[in-house]
């Protein structure tokens, strides 16, 4: 065990539910295998944020007072960096920040006044992509202090097991003899949702009518998704689940065929990383997704995934189509996603990495 100890400072984690509670749970987890860890952490809504930001300055204050031992303070994303800041200043600590996508890119210049300048000022800034480091280079951080260091996976399934009959009851949908095509997700432009459907699922239908695309998740775009079903008529090959269970989301990706992200571009919301992409390849379901933003950092191509040219519907039509008409193809493909994706992205990798990143900040602050 590595002799530091870190003070871990999150406002999204569980008993919240997301990818970032997610994120910061399986992270503290991992790290705290190697280093102790003083963590601080939010698991109610972000509504109270005004008032929770005030007592994560507080409690880190006395924590830092109490306990001198702490050598990092972390801050879990970039929201939370002026407090990292205040703390810095005060208890001359190096402070970093983790840096997601969207607490980078956020489109409102009182946020990009307010909270971008003390993340440049943090003295290590970890993106969990390539694109969020490169947009935090341009906001302000410094090149030699930014690190890209991409999110970790489970197994959460030990043996892969579809059961399309369960999962035909479970969604109240028959199954049977159709080909599935899946997305999860929030329901939000930059995830092509309506995009897919309106320029590529046609043209899968006509070569295959027994293609149904799944689509697990919520969010804003779902009327203007509905719309496009309709107007496409394939209100026969689609089905908008809404949000699921996990159990639900478990049998999808163990029982469909295609792992589908067919992200397009929209400023100012961009995809920090694709994690689903990960859950989807443990379930040795392949994925074919737009090479766009941080999806490139979780799939490697012809590895874990297969990566297009984002809007690009004839290079979305190539890849599913070798896949479809292929089982055998499918299944190697699938078993090779995910050793590859249990290998690359490991947890004990990915805590490795931070903890390389707390011992530089702390060898040049002695």
Same mark, same amino acid.
């Given at each position: 065990?590595? #002799?530091?100890?870190?003070?871990? =400072? &999150?406002?999204? %984690?569980?008993?919240? /539910?997301?990818?970032? #509670?997610? %994120?910061?749970?399986?992270?503290?987890? &991992?790290? #705290?295998? *190697?280093? $102790?860890?003083?963590? =601080?952490?939010?698991?109610?809504? +972000?509504?109270?944020?005004?008032?929770?930001?005030?007592? @994560? @300055?507080?409690?880190?204050?006395?924590?830092?007072?109490? +306990?001198?031992?702490?050598?990092?303070?972390?801050? *879990?994303?970039? /929201?939370? &960096?002026p407090i990292g800041w205040l703390l810095h200043v005060i208890f001359r600590k190096p402070y970093v920040v983790v840096a997601h996508g969207l607490d980078i890119t956020y489109n409102s210049k009182i946020y990009q006044i307010l909270i971008l300048p003390f993340v440049g000022r943090a003295d290590a800034v970890i993106s969990i992509s390539s694109a969020t480091g490169d947009e935090a280079i341009k906001r302000g951080t410094m090149p030699g202090k930014s690190h890209v260091i991409t999110l970790g996976t489970h197994d959460d399934y030990g043996k892969v097991v579809p059961d399309r009959e369960q999962l035909s009851q479970e969604i109240s949908y028959v199954l049977e003899d159709r080909t599935l095509l899946l997305t999860t997700g929030r329901l939000v432009k930059r995830k092509g949702v309506e995009w897919f459907i309106t320029n590529v699922l046609p043209q899968l239908v006509k070569k295959d009518q027994n293609v149904l695309y799944l689509v697990a998740g919520d969010g804003v775009e779902r009327d203007k998704i509905n719309e496009a079903v309709t107007s496409n008529n394939m209100t026969d090959n689609v089905v908008l689940l809404g949000r699921v269970s996990d159990s639900v989301r478990s049998l999808l990706y163990q029982s469909c065929d295609v792992f589908v992200m067919p992200n397009i571009v929209v400023p100012g919301d961009m $995809?920090?990383?694709g994690i689903v992409a990960h859950e989807a390849a443990t379930a040795k379901l392949p994925v074919v997704a737009s090479n766009l933003e941080g999806i490139a950092d979780a799939i490697k191509n012809n590895k874990n995934g297969i990566l297009v040219k984002s809007g690009d519907k004839e290079a979305f039509l190539r890849a599913l189509d070798k896949l479809l008409k292929d089982r055998t193809y499918r299944k190697k493909f699938g078993e090779k996603a995910r050793e590859f994706t249990l290998n690359e992205y490991s947890w004990e990798n990915i805590a490795n990495q931070y903890i390389k990143v707390y011992q530089e900040l702390v060898s040049k602050d002695v």
């Open positions: 065990m590595v #002799e530091m100890k870190v003070l871990f =400072i &999150a406002r999204r %984690f569980p008993p919240s /539910v997301g990818g970032m #509670e997610r %994120f910061a749970k399986d992270l503290s987890g &991992a790290i #705290e295998h *190697q280093i $102790e860890l003083s963590k =601080i952490t939010w698991g109610g809504s +972000n509504k109270l944020l005004p008032l929770v930001l005030p007592w @994560f @300055f507080v409690k880190g204050f006395w924590r830092l007072l109490s +306990n001198r031992d702490i050598k990092v303070i972390h801050m *879990q994303d970039a /929201v939370q &960096a $995809e920090g990383f």
